[in-house]
């Protein structure tokens, strides 16, 4: 890795994960501690870049030099994502994006009702900001870059979703109750619209996220700076 390879580069990096509300006090949301997309943040900083990073719920302390955008639900990350991609050069989704809300937000505590069942929790759809990112793209030459978060049939999940999103990089990670959300390590392949797919042995998220720039310092080449 090239000690400034990233200079003037706008990189923006999305980390931990959303929260959807279904009242006042309670949410539906997932394992990420946004130690990944952090470690990312402070790779590209250290290489260079001005770093622009949304942060979903994450309990970390803010990177040094490091522009921190904090948001809650999916449509708030979206809404941080669309415009810190407006002159960015890069842009990398590591954060844990819910793919369904709550369809009704309960403006009051939902309250349990003696001899009644629950009633059940209907879902819609969230935007997927990754695939939105990677169609709507602000410069012909930005890059985007996502994560995909696998439990099963890992590489052939992972290159179905790189098809999928669009997106020119993939970096595929094999996740578990107590695999990769919270730890310091990871171990992943790095799948690229070209056709490269890059094994990342396991080693610190640090380590994997200098891989990463590394692919995405290659891609920009020559390319002049946005
Ligand atoms: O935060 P840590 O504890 O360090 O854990 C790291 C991690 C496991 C969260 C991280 O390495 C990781 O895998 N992040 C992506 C998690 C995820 O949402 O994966 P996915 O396979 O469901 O989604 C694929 C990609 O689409 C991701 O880049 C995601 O950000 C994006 N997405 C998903 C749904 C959606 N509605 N919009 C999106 O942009």
Request: charged residues 25%; aromatic residues 4%.
């Amino acid at each position: 890795a090239g000690a400034a390879d990233l200079a003037g580069r706008h990189v923006v990096v999305s980390a931990g994960g959303t929260r959807e509300a279904l009242d006042p006090v309670r949410f539906l949301g997932n394992r990420s501690s946004g130690k990944q997309g952090y470690a990312l943040a402070v790779t590209a900083a250290a290489r260079g870049a001005r770093v622009t990073l949304l942060a979903a719920n994450v309990e970390l302390p803010d990177p040094a030099g490091v522009d921190v955008v904090r948001v809650t639900s999916a449509l708030e990350l979206r809404e941080a994502a669309v415009k810190a991609a407006a002159d960015a050069d890069v842009v990398v989704m590591a954060a844990a994006v819910a793919d369904f809300r709550p369809a009704v937000y309960a403006a009051g505590k939902i309250k349990k009702v003696e001899g009644e069942e629950p009633a059940p929790v209907a879902l819609v759809r969230n935007p997927d900001i990754l695939a939105e990112l990677s169609a709507h793209r602000t410069h012909p030459s930005q890059l985007v870059v996502g994560f995909a978060a696998e439990t099963d049939r890992v590489l052939e999940n992972g290159r179905a979703k790189l098809a999928r999103k669009g997106c020119d990089l993939l970096v595929v990670n094999e996740v578990g109750e107590d695999k990769v959300f919270g730890t310091d390590s990871n171990e992943a392949v790095l799948l690229a619209a070209d056709g490269a797919e890059v094994p990342v042995p396991l080693g610190s998220k640090e380590q994997l996220a200098d891989l990463v720039w590394d692919q995405v310092a290659a891609r920009f080449g020559t390319r002049p700076l946005t």
